[in-house]
């Protein structure tokens, strides 16, 4: 059977221009970033001797109202680059970059006009916050998007009729794994105990996958005169929003909560499984995920990696996780919470390499964005696609 490509398509209402876009997804690999390529159909007479532009941008928004303070929603562009399609500036050659772009273009005919963008290397990855099941407004996002649109200038109003919104996503693979295998190992002392109780938490390797168990190996040595108990393990995904406010939100994602004590005198070394999954969270308030595409497209958001030379504060949103491991301290003058934590990585696989291979037949597959249920969308997000 030939092969087939899939390339997305959305239509504005009016059918004045229509974008073709071969993928949504576009992987920063720490030393570059997949540009983003795409063609253009117009329909000359429904334009009306205006121009076509094209758009890209990256755009962070903090939905206040979901993180229950009082206030407006705060939104800031961090990346806009707008380029004329239409008339023409350049000859189509130079802006054709794929092989998919060359058969669009031969495919769509003489009203097909190429596109195509780079990315700067300092724009952070997608991102959302989860909201609640009765939320209502903004969704606090880091959010990227191709916008073609028709006009006499590139700063006049946009008429929606004539406009073509595509919500694209940026995302980040995990780099070569290394030999480091994170862990902790501690030493805590209590009043009238001569000896300490020790523990050490260890995991296999720094980075796992979405989808994948995370398994905690625990000893705990307890030469203290208290008894141990109410051991629990969880991962923690810590959100940062750091360009705005400065919060943190902390969400436990998975937890573990076995019935093993550790008595005095007495010493456990035990292996645990936990396993950090969106399926495990849906509905949960402010866990944060990877930008969002389709329902069954996403996961929980993955770890944030951000180059030496950019700055923290342009990412919008930083995600770490940490293995935390809990437990009680109990005695006869009183209990105490003792608490040792391991920070770890959680990121999709890297992938192979797509080759840049002319596809024997491509398939249009309509571009739509399935809503994050709670959201209520405003006149500056993306509309269904019309028929």
Same mark, same amino acid.
């Given at each position: 059977m030939s092969p087939k490509h899939v390339v997305f398509k959305k239509v504005s209402r009016d059918k004045s221009v229509a974008v073709y876009m071969a993928k949504r997804d576009f992987v920063d690999h720490c030393d570059s970033v997949d540009p983003v390529d795409g063609v253009?159909?117009?329909?000359?007479?429904?334009?009306k001797g205006k121009k076509v532009y094209v758009m890209l941008s990256c755009t962070f928004?903090?939905?206040?109202?979901?993180?229950?303070?009082?206030?407006?929603?705060?939104?800031?562009d961090l990346f806009v680059v707008t380029r004329q399609v239409y008339p023409e500036l350049q000859d189509?050659?130079?802006l054709t970059h794929t092989r998919v772009q060359q058969k669009l273009l031969h495919k769509l005919g003489d009203n097909a006009y190429p596109f195509f963008f780079e990315f700067p290397d300092n724009l952070p990855c997608s991102v959302s916050l989860q909201p609640g099941p009765n939320d209502v407004g903004k969704k606090c996002a880091v959010e990227f998007e191709v916008k073609a649109f028709c006009g006499e200038n590139q700063d006049e109003k946009i008429d929606k009729q004539s406009s073509v919104r595509l919500t694209i996503r940026k995302i980040q693979f995990s780099p070569e794994n290394t030999e480091v295998a994170p862990f902790a190992d501690m030493t805590f002392e209590f009043l009238m105990s001569e000896k300490p109780l020790h523990v050490k938490l260890s995991l296999p390797k720094?980075?796992?996958?979405?989808g994948e168990p995370v398994k905690a190996n625990v000893e705990i040595t307890n030469s203290s005169s208290r008894s141990i108990k109410d051991i629990s393990l969880s991962v923690e995904?810590?959100?940062?929003?750091? =360009?705005?406010?400065?919060?943190?939100?902390?969400k436990s994602v998975a937890k573990e909560e076995p019935e093993d004590s550790v008595p005095s005198g007495t010493t456990l070394k035990k292996e645990y499984t936990l396993y950090p999954l969106l399926a495990y969270n849906k509905d949960r308030r402010g866990i944060a995920l990877d930008g969002r595409l389709k329902h069954e497209d996403t996961n929980l958001a993955s770890s944030s990696i951000v180059k030496q030379e950019v700055l923290k504060e342009v990412q919008g949103m930083l995600i770490s996780y940490k293995v935390v491991l809990k437990m009680i301290a109990s005695g006869t003058v009183g209990s105490s919470e003792v608490s040792v934590e391991v920070p770890f990585k =959680?990121?999709?696989?890297?992938s192979e390499p797509v080759k840049d291979s002319e596809p024997d037949d491509m398939v249009f597959e309509d571009f739509k964005r399935a809503y994050l249920k709670g959201v209520v969308y405003g006149d500056d997000d993306e509309s269904p696609t019309e028929a």
């Open positions: 253009i159909v117009i329909d000359p007479a429904q334009l928004r903090y939905g206040r109202q979901d993180m229950d303070v009082m206030g407006v929603a705060f939104r800031r189509k050659e130079k720094e980075t796992f996958y979405h995904q810590v959100t940062n929003v750091v =360009l705005y406010s400065n919060d943190k939100y902390v =959680l990121m999709n696989p890297k």
